[in-house]
């Protein structure tokens, strides 16, 4: 958060409560240099409120479901 663009901003941006809100603080999070990294972070560690790496809550569970299944899916190697 030290180094994110967010860091201007009132936290409430990164937690809205409509996707309009979510649109509002996607637009800050696309031109920040920590992005991937903050993403991971949120995903790391399943946070489920607000905007992250420009991820929303949804989008987020989205990714972690679909890594889980690529993780399952995996052929096992020798
Ligand atoms: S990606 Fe968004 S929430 Fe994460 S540090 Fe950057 S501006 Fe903040």
Redesign the pocket.
């Known amino acids: ?1 030290q ?4 860091r201007d901003s009132e936290p409430d941006v ?1 937690f809205p409560s409509d996707g309009v809100g979510v649109d509002k ?1 996607r637009k ?2 696309k031109g ?1 240099g ?2 991937s990294t ?2 991971e972070y949120a995903l790391g560690l399943r946070i489920e409120h607000g ?4 991820a929303s809550e949804r989008e987020r569970r989205r990714i972690n479901r679909r890594r889980k299944l690529a993780t399952i899916s995996e052929p096992k190697s020798a």
């Open positions: 958060m180094f994110g663009l967010c990164f603080a800050i999070c920040c920590v992005r903050c993403l905007v992250w790496g420009g």
